[in-house]
């Protein structure tokens, strides 16, 4: 758990790179779907 929000935390300081935080959304959602 601590290491997924070090990768988020990760991927928000590279905010200015759009399709990188749109990749990180897309597998939160498929984690999600996965999950139910």
């Not at 997924?4 to 897309?26: A, H, T, W």
Request: proline fraction near 0%; charge should be positive.
């Amino acid at each position: 758990m601590i290491k997924v929000k070090n990768e988020m935390l990760k991927k928000i300081n590279l905010d200015d790179d759009e399709q990188d935080l749109y990749e990180k959304i897309s597998k939160m959602i498929d984690k999600f779907k996965k999950a139910s």
